[in-house]
């Protein structure tokens, strides 16, 4: 199946700094990604959809000028937390769909983020 | 919000089949079912999906009833590598539609 990756698997930071995530699919091509977020035994929640080259979509409760997302290319998406606070210490994961397995919707490993 | 309804958790014992049910009333004519899970601290693994017919791979077998309102994942011989939470999740055939996840089915394999 095709393989999504996530940079980095985890992160430390001191709160009031920024996070860059990245999410890419390794072997096919993504026009949509999304975003997630999963706190600790609590199922994923749908943070955004990220869509090539046009503005993401957020879901009700996200801050947009909090969690920026880029999609530049077919292969790249990138989650960006601002001035990160410890209550967005969280299991941040994206997908993303093949263009030629349409239904089908590709998860990258997730990466930790804990704020200090 | 989620559309399904799953048991909040199941035992299965190491080598029997794991019977995973889930209901999905609402589940309207264009919607596929899914079932993905989750391993601790990993993302989300695709199983199966289905529409209307019975589906098999190698992975799992998916029963979706007549009327389409439920449906079964069947884990044919459960090993302590399945121990895992169990999504159902019901989505239009898109790829541009999101997995929207409810809070699964918690199954521990035992030995």
């Known amino acids: 199946g095709a393989v999504v990756s996530q940079h980095p698997s985890w992160v430390i930071c001191k709160s009031g700094t920024s996070v860059k995530i990245e999410c890419r699919s390794l072997?096919?091509?993504?026009?949509?990604m999304f975003w997630y977020r999963q706190f600790p035994k609590q199922s994923l929640m749908l943070m955004a959809t990220?869509?090539?080259?046009?503005?993401?979509?957020?879901e009700q409760g996200v801050e947009k000028d909090k969690f920026l997302i880029n999609h530049a290319s077919l292969t790249l998406s990138t989650l960006t937390v601002t001035s990160a606070h410890p209550e967005d210490s969280s299991f941040y994961i994206c997908?993303?769909?093949?263009?030629?397995?349409?239904?089908?919707?590709?998860f990258g490993p997730g990466t930790r983020l804990t704020v200090l | 919000d989620a559309k399904t309804t799953q048991p909040p958790s199941m035992d299965c014992a190491e080598g029997r089949a794991a019977n995973l049910p889930c209901n999905h009333s609402t589940i309207s004519g264009n919607e596929y079912v899914y079932w993905y899970r989750q391993i601790h601290s990993q993302g989300p693994q695709y199983i199966i999906h289905?529409?209307?017919n019975n589906e098999t791979n190698e992975m799992a077998s998916l029963i979706i009833t007549e009327d389409r309102k439920s449906s079964t994942l069947i884990l044919p011989h459960a090993t302590l590598r399945d121990t895992a939470v169990y999504y159902c999740?019901?989505?239009?055939?898109?790829?541009?539609?999101?997995?929207?996840f409810g809070k699964g089915t918690r199954l521990s394999v035992i030995a």
């Open positions: 999740i019901v989505r239009a055939d898109s790829g541009n539609t999101p997995l929207v």
């Open positions: 289905g529409l209307k």
């Open positions: 997908s993303a769909t093949d263009l030629t397995t349409y239904n089908e919707q590709f």
């Open positions: 072997d096919f091509q993504a026009t949509t």
């Open positions: 990220s869509n090539e080259g046009s503005k993401a979509t957020y």
